[in-house]
């Protein structure tokens, strides 16, 4: 039988594969690695073009890749941008000023690709300017029908993208609540094209311990024997909770509690925003308390989790999804949550405290903290159905799950 042929579109954004980071990227790379196991198609990757995804990319057997390398001009110009938008207009998300030119440079050179080949089915990973792709006529004709938009957020805007987006094939969202969201901005959407398809972890790596690996970090962070290590991991922006975390840190007027703020503000990049800078800032009362790690990469995540005793994400907007979450309990480690977007989909109320996003927060995280590190005996159970979720998370069933919805 004759394979599907499978493209994945990507932004533009960072490369896959993931050399650079970035939750998505992982995740294509994830089911890139698994067809490399079973072959049920054959993938091909638009993708940007960097040194050492495009040397990584020929250990692929069952994928092709086509990478657009960004003209210097052009990354100059991006750089323009992003400068006036930090300091002239003083824009508060910065990530959205960051690769725009990039990003339409690379994207405008996919349809002639597109043309040129035949493949049963498009992608479109998440980014919602690549439906700019379908607003070429000839592509639009020629994938009527096979269009796939592959979601991990809530969507802001469709760029004037809305017929296009009407026209897709089906719809893959992380979470029933990203696909509730987007079918608000797309209301000719059936519930029957829409499909979740929850993300997977590499269980194997998460559950492995690499004890040479999480000693050199010790010793890297200054990390003491009688060090209750708390975790906060992710993109440091304001949805993300780090601020939050910090502020519970120091309610919690205990010398031996350290916590280690793990990422940047755009994954493996130098951005330095005036958000980075209010974390640096709130911190300056306890600086031995707090490590700011910076970015690190994600093969090596599963050693920052294990040196820990708790992990607190306390997501401040509608989480998409919850793989933070779900990496930090598979690893074994007590979690605080909140009970925010997709989160309770991934992580049940027995395998976390999950709080409210109230005006108690920073004082519940404390409380959470604190009882976590004085009785921590009573959440063995609950580390226990965090350990199980390996089950359900796994990457063979990432895959797996992902064939049954592009087979219907």
Same mark, same amino acid.
């Given at each position: 039988?004759?394979?599907?042929?499978?493209?994945?579109?990507?932004?533009?954004?960072?490369?896959?594969?993931?050399?650079?980071?970035?939750?998505?990227?992982?995740?294509?790379?994830?089911?890139?690695?698994?067809?490399?196991?079973?072959?049920?198609?054959?993938?091909?990757?638009?993708?940007?073009?960097?040194?050492?995804?495009?040397?990584?990319?020929?250990?692929?057997?069952?994928?092709?890749?086509?990478?657009?390398?960004?003209?210097?001009?052009?990354?100059?110009?991006?750089?323009?941008?992003?400068?006036?938008?930090?300091?002239?207009?003083?824009?508060?998300?910065?990530?959205?000023?960051?690769?725009?030119?990039?990003?339409?440079?690379?994207?405008?050179?996919?349809?002639?690709?597109?043309?040129?080949?035949?493949?049963?089915?498009?992608?479109?990973?998440?980014?919602?300017?690549?439906?700019?792709?379908?607003?070429?006529?000839?592509?639009?004709?020629?994938?009527?029908?096979?269009?796939?938009?592959?979601?991990?957020?809530?969507?802001?805007?469709?760029?004037?993208?809305?017929?296009?987006?009407?026209?897709?094939?089906?719809?893959?969202?992380?979470?029933?609540?990203?696909?509730?969201?987007?079918?608000?901005?797309?209301?000719?959407?059936?519930?029957?094209?829409?499909?979740?398809?929850?993300?997977?972890?590499?269980?194997?790596?998460?559950?492995?311990?690499?004890?040479?690996?999480?000693?050199?970090?010790?010793?890297?962070?200054?990390?003491?024997?009688?060090?209750?290590?708390?975790?906060?991991?992710?993109?440091?922006? $304001? &949805?993300?909770?780090?601020?939050?975390?910090? %502020?519970? +840190?120091?309610?919690? /007027? =205990? #010398?031996?509690? *350290?916590?280690?703020?793990?990422?940047?503000?755009?994954?493996?990049?130098?951005?330095?925003?005036?958000?980075?800078?209010?974390?640096?800032?709130?911190?300056?009362?306890?600086?031995?308390?707090?490590?700011?790690?910076?970015?690190?990469?994600?093969?090596?995540?599963?050693?920052?989790?294990?040196?820990?005793?708790?992990?607190?994400?306390?997501?401040?907007?509608?989480?998409?999804?919850?793989?933070?979450?779900?990496?930090?309990?598979?690893?074994?480690?007590?979690?605080?949550?909140?009970?925010?977007?997709?989160?309770?989909?991934?992580?049940?109320?027995?395998?976390?405290?999950?709080?409210?996003? $109230? &005006?108690?927060?920073?004082?519940?995280?404390? %409380?959470? +903290?604190?009882?976590? /590190? =004085? #009785?921590?005996? *009573?959440?063995?159970?609950?580390?226990?159905?965090?350990?199980?979720?390996?089950?359900?998370?796994?990457?063979?069933?990432?895959?797996?799950?992902?064939?049954?919805?592009?087979?219907?």
């Amino acid at each position: 039988m004759e394979r599907m042929k499978v493209a994945f579109l990507t932004s533009g954004i960072s490369p896959v594969p993931a050399t650079k980071g970035g939750a998505v990227e992982n995740l294509i790379e994830d089911l890139l690695d698994e067809n490399e196991k079973k072959h049920s198609f054959d993938f091909s990757v638009f993708s940007l073009y960097e040194e050492k995804a495009a040397e990584q990319s020929k250990k692929y057997k069952n994928s092709n890749f086509y990478f657009v390398k960004s003209p210097e001009v052009v990354n100059c110009f991006d750089k323009a941008i992003y400068w006036i938008a930090k300091n002239l207009l003083k824009k508060a998300n910065l990530i959205s000023y960051r690769c725009i030119l990039r990003r339409l440079y690379v994207m405008s050179k996919f349809p002639k690709i597109l043309l040129k080949n035949d493949f049963d089915r498009l992608v479109l990973v998440t980014n919602s300017t690549l439906f700019f792709v379908l607003k070429n006529k000839k592509v639009a004709k020629k994938y009527e029908g096979k269009t796939i938009y592959y979601l991990h957020n809530e969507v802001r805007s469709l760029f004037k993208c809305e017929k296009e987006a009407a026209s897709i094939r089906s719809l893959i969202g992380i979470s029933e609540f990203v696909n509730n969201s987007f079918r608000k901005q797309v209301p000719t959407l059936n519930k029957e094209q829409c499909y979740v398809l929850k993300n997977g972890v590499d269980t194997v790596r998460f559950t492995a311990r690499d004890e040479r690996k999480i000693i050199e970090y010790r010793n890297k962070y200054g990390i003491e024997d009688n060090d209750f290590v708390v975790i906060f991991a992710g993109r440091l922006v $304001d &949805e993300k909770g780090a601020l939050e975390t910090i %502020k519970a +840190i120091k309610e919690c /007027k =205990d #010398e031996h509690i *350290k916590l280690l703020i793990v990422g940047a503000g755009f994954y493996s990049s130098d951005i330095v925003d005036d958000y980075t800078l209010e974390l640096q800032k709130e911190a300056e009362g306890i600086k031995d308390g707090i490590v700011f790690t910076g970015y690190i990469d994600y093969k090596d995540m599963p050693s920052i989790y294990q040196l820990g005793n708790v992990a607190v994400l306390p997501s401040m907007w509608e989480e998409p999804a919850g793989m933070t979450m779900v990496e930090a309990v598979v690893s074994g480690l007590p979690l605080i949550t909140t009970n925010s977007g997709g989160i309770p989909e991934y992580i049940p109320d027995n395998a976390a405290i999950l709080l409210n996003r $109230d &005006e108690n927060l920073v004082d519940n995280i404390k %409380k959470s +903290i604190l009882m976590i /590190k =004085d #009785e921590p005996g *009573k959440f063995d159970a609950m580390i226990s159905n965090g350990r199980k979720l390996v089950q359900e998370y796994n990457l063979m069933n990432y895959y797996s799950n992902f064939e049954t919805i592009l087979m219907e």
